[in-house]
């Protein structure tokens, strides 16, 4: 039997737009019917609506995390063709894995979905158990996404909140604090729980998220078309958007960095020089790049390539070096611009090593099926195709 996880300890309300009904629990009854009922009429037709099976809707669930809908549809499918069953994600290298999730970002997400399948298959599971408790034990399964599966594939009454259904529970429930703070998002939790339909829990979290997608949007709700609206006590304030109060951003902090493709042979013969970032690393683990390094404001871009060849090749110099190009991208609140330098080399010099590097010379088949985090791909792309 499935075991359910410990309920959390009542805590006090956040501050609540003036009207609001006391406890969330009031609410329960009138709001899921109308909410389930307008998903069953409305909602979107996605891949991962079409199954009950636990391990495609958590392939699904993953993938959703931090990336939108309509870019998500073709990876799930294109993830589902090479890995088709959990047993079959298990038994794949993590180079596979990683290779399949390029372009989605977030690469954590595939090393723990990976680990969690190697987790599971090792204990005798060939697909996620409805249990909570075993569930939360595995890396990378947060609160949402146990949740989310367990419901939809389990019927397990169990609540669900991400970005979605965090807005639309915060104009429902009048919250006028910021759900990200810790206190705030316990008692949303715990709303949540009390607000959870249990005759049909895989709707109505659905129908939540839904709601936040297409209606219950940040800017301009539909509240005229919305099924929750005689409930909803952000739309009575006239204010809607206002809710629920958005934390500031943090300032964005632009970084130079050159990039050097070192390249070696001609023709069909070049190959290219790419290291592998340690299991370790905090972003883009087990992922392969060209050499780069950060660039100060004193340095020209010349002087940070030779710096980073001096580094690399303390007796070696390139034959020739020529600007390729520019690469920019965002990560966090760091807004990133690549400058792109190609080196050509004289035979395949070995780079100095540092503790965790793992270079490699490389021909353009071999980096076709590595994986590369989505700003190297682009130096990728942009360096192969130069006429030379
Ligand atoms: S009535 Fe308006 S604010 Fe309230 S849940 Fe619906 S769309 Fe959102």
Redesign the pocket.
């Given at each position: 039997m499935a075991r359910t996880p410990r309920e959390p300890n009542r805590l006090s309300s956040p501050r609540r737009v003036a009207g609001s009904v006391d406890d969330p629990a009031e609410l329960a009854p009138a709001v899921s019917r109308p909410l389930v009922a307008w998903f069953k009429k409305t909602a979107r037709d996605l891949p991962w609506r079409q199954t009950k099976d636990a391990y495609r809707i958590w392939v699904s669930e993953v993938m959703l995390q931090q990336t939108q809908v309509k870019t998500v549809i073709g990876y799930f499918h294109a993830f589902l063709d090479l890995f088709p069953t959990m047993k079959a994600l298990a038994a794949a290298p993590e180079e596979k894995v990683l290779r399949a999730w390029e372009g989605l970002g977030y690469y954590r997400r595939a090393r723990n979905l990976h680990a969690a399948a190697k987790m599971l298959v090792k204990h005798g599971h060939d697909n996620l158990p409805p249990d909570p408790v075993l569930l939360s034990t595995l890396p990378g399964m947060g609160e949402y996404t146990r949740n989310a599966v367990l419901s939809q594939a389990h019927g397990l009454a169990l609540p669900i909140i991400e970005a979605n259904s965090q807005?639309?529970l915060c104009?429902?429930l009048g919250v006028q604090d910021d759900p990200a703070r810790g206190p705030v998002k316990k008692w949303l939790w715990q709303s949540a729980a009390k607000l959870v339909c249990h005759s049909d829990p895989s709707a109505y979290n659905q129908a939540l998220m839904e709601?936040g997608a297409l209606?219950?949007t940040p800017q301009k709700?539909?509240?005229l078309i919305?099924?929750?609206?005689p409930w909803?006590s952000?739309?009575k304030t006239g204010e809607?958007e206002s809710?629920p109060l958005k934390s500031e951003r943090p300032a964005i902090t632009r970084v130079w960095e050159v990039c050097m493709a070192a390249c070696s042979g001609s023709g069909t013969h070049r190959c290219w020089l790419l290291f592998r970032r340690p299991a370790t690393a905090s972003r883009w683990a087990g992922l392969w790049e060209f050499a780069h390094q950060p660039m100060s404001q004193r340095d020209t871009p010349r002087d940070a390539l030779y710096s980073l060849i001096q580094q690399l090749f303390p007796s070696d110099k390139p034959v020739e070096t020529w600007n390729a190009g520019k690469v920019q991208h965002a990560i966090t609140r760091y807004q990133v611009k690549l400058r792109v330098e190609v080196a050509q080399w004289e035979g395949k010099p070995a780079p100095q090593l540092t503790e965790h590097d793992a270079w490699a010379w490389l021909s353009p088949a071999e980096i076709a099926t590595l994986p590369l985090s989505a700003p190297q791909r682009r130096v990728w792309e942009m360096v192969s195709a130069m006429p030379f």
């Open positions: 807005r639309v104009r429902i709601l209606v219950c709700p539909g509240c919305c099924p929750a609206r909803c952000a739309s809607p809710i």
